[in-house]
């Protein structure tokens, strides 16, 4: 019993030090055109955007539309997939396997 209970507390542990870890990473998208730079933390929060002024013109809406809509995407991705990662790593530094991690 007392053996799951200290495995409990440092899984715990562990657990907030991955936590701790992706509040402080910042990940970056930039679109293709540079109209649009997202930074986002690890908890997938937005950190900063910054949009090009020449694309702040009426007729380039759809166009900045579209960009704001797959930087962000792809920034979001790129921190589920680093949380995903440090999940996985601190599951096997712990001696736990769950099937397809």
């Known amino acids: 019993m007392f053996d799951k209970a200290k495995q409990l507390y440092q899984m715990q542990k562990k ?3 991955v ?3 992706l509040k402080e990473t910042e990940v ?3 679109s293709q055109n540079g109209s649009v730079t ?13 949009i090009s ?10 166009q900045l539309e579209e960009d704001l809509k ?14 995903s990662e ?4 601190m599951m096997k530094d712990m001696g736990i396997n769950i099937p397809g991690m």
Request: charge should be positive.
């Open 53 to 62: 002024p020449e694309f702040l013109q009426p007729e380039k809406k759809k």
């Open 15 to 17: 657990a907030r030090e």
């Open 38 to 50: 997202v930074v986002f933390n690890g908890e997938q929060h937005l950190i900063s955007l910054e």
């Open 86 to 89: 440090k999940s996985k790593d």
């Open 19 to 21: 936590q701790k870890e």
């Open 28 to 30: 970056e998208a930039r």
């Open 70 to 83: 797959k930087t962000i995407t792809e920034a979001i991705s790129r921190v589920q997939a680093m949380a």
